[in-house]
């Protein structure tokens, strides 16, 4: 008890006092998890839509697929990725390893099935409420993906918000790929590994405090800025 | 005036779902020039019967064909109004919107739509949250913003007040002189003698009797349509 109390004193110092390293570590957790969010997001939703729309052969096959890739373990997706960006591997000549671009792919390949799963449930059931109108305005492919995109907006924000929380959160697959190194690839989850395994719990646990209070900073702003729970609105 | 899209023809044509038939075999040449009501007890195909001519429904057996064949000269108005979640003008600018009409007719068909429905005051409101008489109408009019030749319409007054029953109905009688093709499926034998220029009387799937419907409501050839129309049961 008394070390939650440290760590949210700690949490609150850190804050009021701007600590720089602070700052930098909140910003790139940002930074890298906004854009891995933006790319899963702009694969997963028309992924997902098309999932809804569109029968094909395999089309079930493909969902269970992305239905059992949600639970992919991190550390393994990071074991990959580093393999294939690693000197000896396909894509070492790009020098993407211990960056955090490579940071970035590896949060893409953990959030997209995520967003998609989350995406094509919501999407389908849309499909079955417009189905028949869509259908006998004689729309196209493209406008019917479009039209439930736009119309399922608030339960895709729901399904990127899922997505966000799973990637700001994530550790194991960033330490691998990233390597966790001072100034250029730390960020909040692998500097809270850090200090943990130094035994400054109250140091961890105030950078925990900080991750939490800026997903939950992130989810309100999103929310705010879609107005998604403003009177008239869906 | 006839559109030139009639006489529409159904040759033989025949659905089936999991191997039971839900309609078929039907032969039919609808050239009409007022209103036609297709009735009949429920389950005996009257729904499925204009999904087939709308193109929305695909049929196993048999041909349908339009003397001009034009998609966008038809419209479908469901049993159950389906309204996008979007305001009421979006709803009705939506089918514009498809055909990348110019803003400004957009806005002015829309308008035109809103006042004549009456919604013009919720014009922003979004439209789930109509009562049913108004998403319905909201409904009607989407399917006339691109000026269909033809409106085919599923049972719209089905769990309707008497009041929102009258609206439409008058709403259904301005198109009609208008010069829309209505075709139209219902069980409420008052509102198929207040509409009906046309009768086709549906049963057990197939096209039982046909014709105007003055002579149909007058003097039914068939001892099925005779009981219908008495309100027996029939099936």
């Given at each position: 008890?008394v070390?939650?109390w440290?760590?949210?004193?700690?949490?609150?110092?850190?804050?009021?006092?701007?600590d720089?390293e602070?700052?930098e570590?909140?910003?790139?957790?940002?930074r890298?998890?906004?854009?891995?969010?933006?790319?899963a997001?702009?694969?997963a939703i028309?992924?997902?839509?098309?999932?809804a729309?569109?029968?094909?052969?395999?089309?079930r096959f493909?969902?269970?697929?992305?239905?059992?890739?949600?639970?992919?373990?991190p550390?393994?997706?990071g074991?990959v990725?580093?393999?294939?960006?690693?000197?000896s591997?396909p894509?070492g000549v790009?020098?993407?390893l211990?960056t955090?671009?490579a940071?970035?792919?590896?949060q893409?390949?953990?959030?997209?099935?995520?967003?998609?799963?989350?995406?094509?449930q919501?999407?389908?059931e849309?499909w079955?409420?417009y189905?028949?109108?869509l259908?006998?305005?004689?729309?196209?492919?493209w406008?019917?993906i479009l039209?439930?995109?736009?119309?399922?907006?608030?339960?895709?924000?729901?399904?990127?918000?899922?997505?966000f929380?799973?990637?700001?959160?994530?550790?194991?697959?960033?330490?691998i790929?990233?390597?966790?190194?001072?100034?250029?690839?730390?960020?909040?989850?692998?500097?809270?590994a850090?200090?943990?395994g130094?035994?400054?719990f109250?140091?961890?646990?105030?950078?925990g405090?900080?991750?939490i209070?800026?997903?939950?900073v992130?989810?309100?702003?999103?929310?705010?800025?879609?107005?998604?729970e403003?009177?008239?609105?869906? | 005036?006839?559109?030139?899209l009639?006489?529409?023809?159904?040759q033989?044509?025949?659905?089936?779902?999991?191997?039971?038939?839900?309609?078929?075999p039907?032969?039919l040449?609808?050239?009409?020039?007022?209103?036609?009501?297709?009735?009949?007890?429920n389950g005996?195909?009257k729904?499925?019967?204009?999904?087939?001519?709308?193109?929305?429904?695909?049929?196993?057996?048999?041909?349908?064909?339009?003397?001009?064949?034009?998609?966008?000269?038809?419209?479908?108005?469901?049993?159950?109004?389906?309204?996008l979640r979007?305001?009421v003008?979006?709803?009705?600018?939506?089918?514009?919107?498809?055909?990348?009409?110019?803003?400004?007719?957009?806005?002015e068909?829309?308008?035109?739509?809103?006042?004549?429905?009456g919604?013009?005051?919720?014009?922003?409101?979004p439209?789930?949250?109509?009562?049913?008489?108004?998403?319905?109408k909201?409904a009607?009019a989407r399917?006339l913003?691109?000026?269909?030749?033809?409106l085919?319409?599923?049972?719209?007054?089905a769990?309707?007040?008497?009041?929102a029953?009258?609206?439409?109905?008058t709403?259904?009688?301005?198109?009609?002189?208008a010069?829309?093709?209505?075709?139209?499926?219902?069980?409420?034998?008052g509102?198929?003698?207040?509409?009906?220029?046309?009768?086709?009387f549906?049963?057990?799937?197939k096209?039982?009797e046909?014709?105007?419907a003055?002579?149909?409501?007058?003097?039914?050839?068939?001892?099925?349509?005779?009981?219908?129309?008495?309100?027996?049961?029939?099936?």
């Amino acid at each position: 008890m008394v070390d939650i109390w440290e760590g949210l004193s700690a949490a609150f110092w850190l804050i009021v006092h701007f600590d720089a390293e602070l700052w930098e570590i909140s910003l790139r957790s940002l930074r890298v998890t906004l854009t891995a969010l933006v790319i899963a997001s702009a694969i997963a939703i028309p992924l997902g839509t098309y999932l809804a729309v569109q029968r094909f052969r395999y089309r079930r096959f493909t969902i269970s697929m992305i239905n059992a890739l949600m639970g992919l373990p991190p550390v393994v997706v990071g074991l990959v990725v580093y393999i294939l960006l690693s000197r000896s591997g396909p894509f070492g000549v790009l020098n993407l390893l211990f960056t955090p671009t490579a940071m970035i792919i590896a949060q893409v390949i953990i959030i997209t099935p995520v967003i998609a799963s989350i995406a094509h449930q919501s999407m389908r059931e849309l499909w079955a409420e417009y189905h028949d109108l869509l259908i006998s305005l004689n729309t196209s492919k493209w406008q019917r993906i479009l039209t439930l995109v736009r119309d399922g907006r608030r339960n895709l924000l729901t399904a990127a918000l899922a997505g966000f929380g799973r990637a700001i959160g994530e550790v194991g697959a960033i330490m691998i790929v990233g390597g966790n190194i001072d100034h250029v690839t730390r960020v909040l989850t692998t500097a809270i590994a850090l200090e943990t395994g130094k035994g400054d719990f109250a140091l961890a646990l105030g950078l925990g405090f900080v991750l939490i209070g800026l997903a939950i900073v992130v989810n309100l702003a999103i929310h705010t800025l879609s107005r998604t729970e403003r009177e008239g609105q869906w | 005036m006839v559109s030139s899209l009639f006489p529409l023809k159904l040759q033989d044509v025949a659905v089936r779902r999991q191997g039971k038939r839900i309609i078929g075999p039907i032969d039919l040449v609808l050239n009409p020039h007022g209103p036609t009501i297709v009735i009949g007890p429920n389950g005996s195909g009257k729904t499925t019967l204009l999904r087939v001519m709308h193109g929305i429904e695909r049929i196993n057996d048999g041909s349908v064909t339009w003397t001009a064949p034009d998609p966008s000269k038809h419209a479908f108005v469901f049993q159950s109004p389906i309204v996008l979640r979007r305001s009421v003008a979006e709803n009705l600018a939506y089918p514009l919107r498809l055909l990348k009409t110019p803003a400004g007719q957009i806005r002015e068909t829309v308008g035109y739509w809103l006042d004549r429905i009456g919604l013009a005051s919720g014009q922003n409101s979004p439209a789930t949250r109509l009562s049913g008489g108004e998403r319905q109408k909201l409904a009607i009019a989407r399917a006339l913003v691109r000026k269909p030749d033809v409106l085919f319409l599923d049972e719209p007054c089905a769990n309707l007040d008497g009041h929102a029953t009258r609206e439409i109905e008058t709403l259904l009688q301005e198109i009609a002189a208008a010069g829309t093709q209505l075709v139209m499926a219902t069980h409420d034998m008052g509102q198929a003698r207040r509409l009906a220029h046309n009768l086709v009387f549906m049963l057990d799937g197939k096209i039982h009797e046909t014709g105007p419907a003055k002579t149909k409501f007058s003097a039914p050839q068939t001892e099925a349509l005779a009981a219908f129309l008495r309100g027996d049961i029939v099936t």
